[in-house]
């Protein structure tokens, strides 16, 4: 193949998730296209699957993506879904003939996937795999976390209509939809700008889910495990809990508003229940490394916790954002760094180290 400076292949791999906010809004995906609107329809009387996923909308998103190799819109351009060699996002990827190659057949692949769609009498775009749905169980938050919508913005309720918790029925449509078309959902993640456990039908979600596809499907949450345990959450794949300390000074300090006790007994319990009914649900600690809570002391009190309670995973995150009040760790800016940390600090063996994206 005859590379030119002028050929600059690109590729989403957003092109078969669905993004589903609390009030019904299909934005894009990602942090940076997550104001477009890719359409906006009543989960209550349209088909999730005929109406949304596989809508004229959507084919268009992914038709443009794949099909005529350009950026569906602006926010393409610094989305991190966005394979693109021209803006080096890949660093493996560096302008090379293996990245033209590799990307490309990231699209082809695809493409071909869309045009079988397309031979079983669907209009073109049509997919009959959801990779993953990312829900949003509800746009409030109790917390106030300074790099995160709900605590850059006075009013974050005034950016987004109503409403602002998920129905169920809306919930049970989206399964309901994808059973009667035939349409397998890969993953469902339980995550968006609020926090999920504010939504009070959050464990009825979990269990019609559960009870619909059985094993056959993939159920996540990100919470801030500051509200009540239910036993319901077990039912999901994993829990990732988002507690950014190991005592309630470090902690509070991102965490703006949470009582850092409530998050370890949230921990505690959905331990204890999974230890008593031999649950498969994984619960990992999730602990982004700020300027605030970066000290070893600090860090080894969270093995030590993580070890008492149980848990499967204690993930340190290295992260490159902050908020305007806070920064991120600068003892702890790569792999290697924190992974010398967790060989030269055993406490608790299932310490890892997490790029956050
Ligand atoms: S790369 Fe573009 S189309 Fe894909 S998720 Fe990001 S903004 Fe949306
Ligand atoms: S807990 Fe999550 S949703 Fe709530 S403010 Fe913090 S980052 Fe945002």
Not at 192 to 198: A, C, W
Not at 227 to 246: A, H, M, P, R, V
Not at 284 to 291: H, M, Q, S, V
Not at 297 to 312: F, L, T, V, W, Y
């Amino acid at each position: 193949m005859l590379i030119n400076d002028e050929y600059n292949p690109k590729y989403c791999w957003a092109w078969n998730r669905v993004y589903v906010k609390s009030n019904g809004r299909i934005p894009c995906w990602c942090d940076t296209g997550e104001t477009h609107t890719i359409l906006s329809k009543s989960l209550e009387d349209n088909d999730f699957i005929l109406d949304i996923v596989n809508s004229k909308e959507m084919r268009e998103m992914r038709l443009k993506i794949l099909q005529d190799n350009e950026y569906y819109i602006k926010e393409c351009k610094t989305c991190c879904c966005m394979i693109d060699i021209d803006k080096g996002r890949h660093s493996r990827f560096v302008n090379s003939k293996v990245a033209v190659e590799e990307i490309e057949a990231k699209r082809d692949t695809a493409l071909r996937l869309l045009t079988k769609e397309a031979n079983k009498n669907k209009p073109l775009g049509s997919i009959s795999r959801i990779q993953e749905i990312q829900v949003e169980p509800s746009f409030p938050c109790n917390l106030r976390c300074p790099g995160c919508l709900q605590g850059r913005v006075e009013n974050p309720l005034s950016t987004e209509e109503k409403p602002y918790i998920l129905p169920l029925e809306w919930f049970k449509n989206i399964i309901a939809s994808s059973i009667n078309n035939d349409v397998k959902i890969g993953r469902i993640a339980f995550v968006g700008r609020g926090e999920p456990t504010l939504n009070k039908e959050l464990g009825e979600m979990i269990k019609y889910a559960r009870k619909m596809y059985d094993d056959d499907i993939i159920m996540s949450m990100d919470t801030n495990s500051t509200q009540e345990f239910k036993e319901e959450y077990t039912l999901l794949n994993w829990i990732n809990c988002s507690i950014d300390g190991s005592n309630q000074e470090s902690y509070s300090k991102y965490r703006i508003g949470g009582e850092f006790n409530k998050t370890i007994d949230f921990m505690q319990k959905a331990m204890k229940f999974i230890s008593a009914n031999g649950n498969q649900c994984n619960v990992r600690w999730k602990y982004i490394l700020f300027d605030t809570n970066d000290t070893i002391a600090e860090m080894n009190k969270a093995q030590e916790i993580a070890k008492s309670i149980g848990i499967g995973e204690l993930f340190f995150v290295i992260t490159h954002a902050g908020g305007a009040t806070i920064k991120p760790s600068p003892t702890f800016t790569s792999r290697e760094s924190v992974q010398n940390y967790i060989d030269n600090n055993k406490i608790f063996n299932n310490t890892k180290v997490l790029y956050a994206t």
